[in-house]
DNA sequence: GCCAACGTTGGC
DNA sequence: GCCAACGTTGGC
């Protein structure tokens, strides 16, 4: 079993949108690196968090669970889509994200500088220097600490 | 709006 | 394969 952070930006889709469908493909992902760990690493039943970036409220909202890892992105064939990638084909599709789950939405979001204060989470990707990935593996720990944070 | 950091692109 | 230019991310 593996933990994840998952970033979006909420006026893209929050948790809140998805309570609402209960069901979402992770869609725009655009960085292989991303990509192959999504294909690569991520499982069934992959525990996941959901944070808020680029907004004025950043930080952990709530929990997610993979229903499947590694779904094709409908986004990258539809021309009027910001993340339409006129390579990708049908046969051959380029990018992918996984199907996720509302499990549950904080009732406190845990900040950023709430994140960067605490020594626990001192070796997260989050936090690291120049770091441009938009989903990553954390560990367990730092997952139950968030969550315990966020209840 | 700024800007540091880094990924991608494309000429050579 | 190198690397400069460019674009993007994302916190502040």
């Known amino acids: 079993m593996n933990y994840w952070l998952l970033?979006?930006?909420?006026?893209?889709?929050?948790i809140d949108d998805?309570?609402?469908?209960?069901?979402?493909?992770?869609?725009?992902?655009?960085?292989?690196?991303?990509?192959?760990s999504f294909r690569d690493v991520m499982?069934?039943?992959?525990?996941?968090?959901?944070?808020?970036?680029?907004?004025?409220e950043i930080g952990v909202v709530g929990e997610m669970e993979v229903v499947l890892p590694s779904e094709?992105?409908?986004?990258q064939f539809d021309s009027k889509s910001k993340y339409f990638d006129?390579?990708?084909?049908?046969?051959?599709?380029r990018w992918f994200g996984p199907k996720v789950r509302f499990v549950?939405?904080?009732s406190t979001r845990v900040p950023l500088s709430v994140i960067r204060s605490d020594k626990r989470f001192a070796n997260m990707i989050l936090l690291r220097t120049g770091n441009r990935l938009s989903a990553f593996v954390i560990t367990k720990e730092e997952y139950d600490a968030l969550v315990?944070?966020?209840r």
């Open 148 to 150: 315990q944070f966020g």
């Open 104 to 106: 549950s939405k904080f």
């Open 86 to 93: 006129a390579a990708s084909t049908i046969d051959s599709p």
């Open 72 to 75: 094709v992105d409908p986004t």
């Open 18 to 36: 998805l309570k609402r469908v209960g069901e979402q493909i992770w869609d725009g992902v655009r960085n292989y690196q991303v990509r192959n």
């Open 43 to 56: 499982k069934v039943g992959d525990k996941a968090l959901f944070y808020h970036s680029s907004c004025k």
């Open 7 to 14: 970033k979006s930006e909420p006026t893209e889709f929050s």
